[in-house]
C-alpha cells in the first residue's frame, strides 16, 4: 500500500498558508517527515489524518481516497499526536482497555490478549498498574504508541514524538518505531535530524508549507560531498562570514564558533572540506530556499 499525496494546499482563515502545493509518495518502511516550527508538518499529519480539510489537493491511501473516504482511512490509521493527553487517574492498561472497546475490539477474552501484547510490545507491561499521571514522558510517548497500533493499521503517523526525551528514552522510542515500520507505512513528523537519520530510508525536508526534497538520506548526503565546508571563526566574524558565504550552520565547539558553509568549490584560506551529515543537506537545503525567497522578496523601502 503507497500513499500518495498530489497538489495539497491548505491556508488558514487567518491567511497563513500552511501548505503551498504538497506532492509527496509515500511506500511502507519509516518515512521521515523533517522542518523547522511551522513548516506545516503538523498541517500535513492532521490532514492525512482527517482531522482537517485541503482547500486544494487530494491524497491517495491505496485505494482510499483520504480527502472523502475519512471513515475508510480512520480504520486503518493510528495516529500519534504531538500533545498526547492522558487522564492521569487511570492505569495504562484500563486506558487501552478503553482504547480498544472504542475501536470495536468486542470480544473480552481477545481483548485482552490484545492489550497485554501491545503492553509487551512498548515496554509498559511491567507498569500496566500504574496510573498514567506517574509516567515519565518516555513512557507516555510509549503508551501513545501503544494505543496508536490497536486495530493493527496499515499507516501510523507519529507527530514530533521525541521532542523533549532524554537520550535513554529516544533511544528505546526509536527501537520500538523501527520495529513497527517493518511491515507499514510509518510517518515520523520531527525537526531533530538525527530522528531521521536514524530511523528513515526515506524522507522530505519541509519548510514554509513546501517540498524542499524528497528522497533517501544517504542519497542526499552523497548529492552534496565535496560541497561542505568548514571552519572556525571568531564569534564576532560570523555576520561578515554570512554575508560572503553561504553559512549553513554555526556552532559552538570546545568555546569556538564553527561554521559550516555550502559550495561548489574551496571557498577560501582556512576552510577544510568535511563529510556531509544529513544536518548540512537539511540546512544547505532550507538556506537555499531562503535565499530564493528573499531575492524574490520586494525589497523593504
Ligand atoms: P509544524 O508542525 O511544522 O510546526 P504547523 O503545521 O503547526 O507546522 O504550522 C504551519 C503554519 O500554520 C504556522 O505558521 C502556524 O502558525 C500556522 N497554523 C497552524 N495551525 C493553524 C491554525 N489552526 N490557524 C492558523 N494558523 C495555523
Known sequence: MELVIDHLSKTYPNGTKALNDVSLRIAPGMFGLLGPNGAG??????????LQQADAGTIQLGDIDVLREPERVRQVLGYLPQEFGVYPKIT???????????????????????????LQQTNLYQVRN??????????????????????????????????????TER?????????????????????IVSDVSDLCRQFAIINKGQVLYTGDPLRAMEEVRGQIWRRSIRKDELATYQQQFAVI????????????????SQPGNGFEGV?????DVYFARIHAAEQVASAAAPVAK
Do not use: C, W
Open 41 to 50: 508538518k503538523s498541517s500535513l499529519m492532521r490532514t492525512i489524518s482527517t
Open 130 to 167: 500504574k496510573n498514567l499521571g506517574g509516567y515519565s514522558g518516555g513512557m507516555k510517548q510509549r503508551f501513545g504508541i501503544a494505543q496508536a497500533l490497536l486495530g493493527n493499521p496499515k499507516l501510523i503517523i507519529v507527530d514530533e514524538p521525541t521532542a523533549g526525551l532524554d537520550p
Open 92 to 118: 495504562a492498561a484500563e486506558l487501552l482497555e478503553h482504547f480498544a472497546v472504542l475501536k470495536g475490539l468486542s470480544n473480552k477474552s481477545e481483548r485482552r490478549q490484545v492489550v497485554d501484547a501491545l
Open 275 to 279: 563529510e556531509p551529515t544529513l544536518e
Open 171 to 191: 533511544n528505546r522510542f526509536h527501537n520500538l518505531l523501527a520495529e513497527i515500520g517493518e511491515d507499514r507505512i510509518v510517518i515520523l513528523s520531527t525537526h
Open 249 to 264: 550552520s554555526s556552532r559552538l565547539f570546545a568555546g569556538q564558533t564553527i561554521i559550516h558553509v555550502h559550495s561548489l
